[in-house]
């Protein structure tokens, strides 16, 4: 019951039409890369809707994959796998020993045009360089459209509505985000999450892994760690004497999105196309439903 509860919800907030709030404090919006400026990829980016209309011939799929990619035939993805049920090392998974509902999306976007993915993880903080140096192609990692980080990369249209909740040991008193006012909070570093309790103007510390946070609040050196919602679900799950505190009033919701570098239209437009589809036929909402049974499983 309890688990087919949690299943629902996540479902329900793949499906949910996007909402316009904005994560807190950070501005997110999902008007991205709806105004093109660039002009180099034009010839790519009509390409690419040549395609779309016809029944996807995969040599010309593929023709037009190489004018978006660093690399021929090859869709490069960066990501931070530390964030389950999005992305997450395992003995095997969908790519290589990555596995999750964005490696998955990755994988069947790359396939679905002509192509192969490759998965390159590194830090959190280090995608939106490698993007920008060429490193990867683009970024899918659970990632929080914030009006900062647009100045940084263009962000395809959102596959997934979030929002910041608290981990609480099951004792605590903290019910709401005012009483971490005089406690001790844990963040991971560049997360939404520290960009909220930075704005409430509270002091934290900050982890470079949402399970060192999570140790911390465990080993009672810390009363909460505030982190997306579906993440925070499997550290509940797989932690003892843990439990979520919501807030709506304090945290809005949160869209994730997929970075590319800024003017990549072509790969954009490639990947705005495949997310459309996939919210539609329900896809993306099946994937959430498959990786939070096996998260529930454990
Ligand atoms: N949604 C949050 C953000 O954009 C956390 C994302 C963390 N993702 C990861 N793959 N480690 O800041």
Redesign the pocket.
């Given at each position: 019951m309890r688990k087919a509860t949690k299943t629902a919800a996540l479902v329900l907030a793949m499906t949910m039409a996007v909402s316009a709030l904005t994560a807190c404090g950070s501005g997110a919006d999902k008007t991205t890369g709806a105004d093109v400026t660039g002009t180099e990829n034009a010839e790519a980016a009509a390409g690419t809707e040549t395609a779309d209309t016809g029944a996807a011939d995969s040599a010309e799929a593929a023709d037009n994959a190489a004018a978006v990619t660093k690399t021929e035939g090859v869709l490069t993805f960066g990501?931070?796998?530390?964030?389950p049920p999005?992305?997450f090392v395992a003995a095997s998974g969908v790519i290589d020993q990555y596995d999750g509902i964005?490696i998955a999306i990755a994988k069947q976007i790359a396939e679905e045009n002509g192509m192969t993915a490759a998965i390159e993880n590194m830090e959190?903080d280090s995608l939106l360089i490698a993007l920008e140096n060429g490193q990867i192609d683009a970024a899918i990692?659970?990632?929080?459209v914030?009006e900062d980080r647009k100045k940084s990369a263009d962000f395809s249209i959102p596959y997934y509505t979030?929002t910041q909740v608290m981990i609480v040991k099951e004792d605590s008193d903290i019910a709401a985000a005012a009483d971490m006012a005089d406690k001790k909070i844990c963040v991971?570093q560049?997360?939404?999450?520290e960009?909220c309790v930075q704005d409430m103007g509270y002091s934290y510390e900050a982890f470079k892994k949402?399970t060192e946070a999570i140790m911390e609040l465990v080993n009672g050196k810390c009363d909460v760690v505030v982190?997306?919602s579906a993440?925070a679900q499997k550290y509940v799950n797989d932690n003892e004497g843990l439990k979520i505190v919501e807030d709506a009033s304090a945290f809005e919701s949160?869209e994730?999105a997929i970075a590319v570098k800024k003017g990549n239209t072509a790969l954009l437009d490639m990947l705005n196309t495949a997310i459309e589809t996939k919210l539609a036929d329900g896809t993306i909402s099946e994937l959430g439903a498959k990786y939070t049974e096996e998260i529930t499983a454990e």
């Amino acid at each position: 019951m309890r688990k087919a509860t949690k299943t629902a919800a996540l479902v329900l907030a793949m499906t949910m039409a996007v909402s316009a709030l904005t994560a807190c404090g950070s501005g997110a919006d999902k008007t991205t890369g709806a105004d093109v400026t660039g002009t180099e990829n034009a010839e790519a980016a009509a390409g690419t809707e040549t395609a779309d209309t016809g029944a996807a011939d995969s040599a010309e799929a593929a023709d037009n994959a190489a004018a978006v990619t660093k690399t021929e035939g090859v869709l490069t993805f960066g990501t931070n796998a530390e964030f389950p049920p999005f992305e997450f090392v395992a003995a095997s998974g969908v790519i290589d020993q990555y596995d999750g509902i964005d490696i998955a999306i990755a994988k069947q976007i790359a396939e679905e045009n002509g192509m192969t993915a490759a998965i390159e993880n590194m830090e959190f903080d280090s995608l939106l360089i490698a993007l920008e140096n060429g490193q990867i192609d683009a970024a899918i990692a659970g990632m929080t459209v914030t009006e900062d980080r647009k100045k940084s990369a263009d962000f395809s249209i959102p596959y997934y509505t979030a929002t910041q909740v608290m981990i609480v040991k099951e004792d605590s008193d903290i019910a709401a985000a005012a009483d971490m006012a005089d406690k001790k909070i844990c963040v991971v570093q560049g997360y939404t999450g520290e960009i909220c309790v930075q704005d409430m103007g509270y002091s934290y510390e900050a982890f470079k892994k949402g399970t060192e946070a999570i140790m911390e609040l465990v080993n009672g050196k810390c009363d909460v760690v505030v982190i997306d919602s579906a993440t925070a679900q499997k550290y509940v799950n797989d932690n003892e004497g843990l439990k979520i505190v919501e807030d709506a009033s304090a945290f809005e919701s949160e869209e994730y999105a997929i970075a590319v570098k800024k003017g990549n239209t072509a790969l954009l437009d490639m990947l705005n196309t495949a997310i459309e589809t996939k919210l539609a036929d329900g896809t993306i909402s099946e994937l959430g439903a498959k990786y939070t049974e096996e998260i529930t499983a454990e």
